[in-house]
């Protein structure tokens, strides 16, 4: 059964810190890797997504994310958090032997990003 | 349409009621996914669609859920007799195709309180 893990609630850091929100997951087979982010009262927002080829997968608002296959991680990480990056963020994965889109999503992780 | 849009934003609803939601997928999407976001937790899978097909209705909750789609285009979420463990925020979401590799787009979401 595919499954994700976001081992932290909440992630706390200061304004211009670099951030790591964590993301484990299991699939059987090739796992395609997702990251969301949900501001208050919004929907999700898609952030990044892993598929194949480079590990490091850069995408919106300056964020990125690692694929690390032996860790089967995939861990959201920015270089100089903002404020406005204070939100709530959710990792998905789908798996290659599936035949199904389902996108199976870990608990959130709420960031918490202190001037 | 320009996003996935989802209707009413909120419903409050008397134990007991039958309530139907509604989403609007992006113009064109032939994917459209159902999940349930309770207060404070994850998402959770409901139902997907390809076209007017669900393949996938292993997340209903109970027989008094139900969806449908028509004309590859709008889908409605009917819960009969609500109960209160039915209150949350029922989330939309298109993608271009069922494919592992492609995103999701989510509504802003429908709050659903049973009283």
């Known amino acids: 059964a595919q499954s994700v893990a976001q081992p932290e609630d909440q992630v706390n850091v200061a304004e211009g810190n670099p951030l790591t929100v964590k993301c484990t997951y299991s699939v059987s087979g090739n796992p395609y890797l997702f990251w969301y982010v949900q501001y208050p009262n919004r929907g999700l927002q898609f952030l990044l997504k892993y598929i194949t080829g480079d590990n490091l997968v850069k995408g919106s608002y300056g964020f990125e994310a690692e694929f690390n296959k032996s860790q089967t991680s995939f861990h959201l990480k920015k270089p100089s958090a903002l404020v406005s990056d204070s939100a709530l963020y959710f990792c998905?994965?789908?798996?290659?032997?599936?035949?199904?889109?389902?996108?199976?999503f870990g608990q959130g992780t709420t960031l918490q990003v202190k001037p | 349409g320009a996003g996935v849009s989802q209707s009413p934003s909120n419903k409050v609803t008397e134990k007991g009621k039958d309530v139907e939601l509604r989403c609007d997928p992006i113009s064109g999407h032939t994917a459209l996914y159902w999940y349930r976001q309770r207060l404070g937790q994850g998402l959770e899978f409901l139902i997907y669609f390809q076209g007017n097909s669900a393949p996938d209705k292993s997340g209903l909750p109970s027989d008094r859920f139900s969806a449908e789609r028509t004309g590859e285009s709008v889908s409605t979420l009917t819960i009969q007799r609500t109960q209160q463990e039915d209150s949350a925020v029922y989330l939309c979401?298109?993608?271009?195709?069922?494919?592992?590799?492609?995103?999701?787009?989510f509504g802003q979401g429908t709050r659903l309180t049973v009283v």
């Open positions: 998905a994965v789908r798996s290659g032997s599936s035949n199904t889109g389902k996108l199976i």
């Open positions: 979401a298109s993608s271009l195709y069922v494919s592992v590799n492609t995103e999701a787009f």
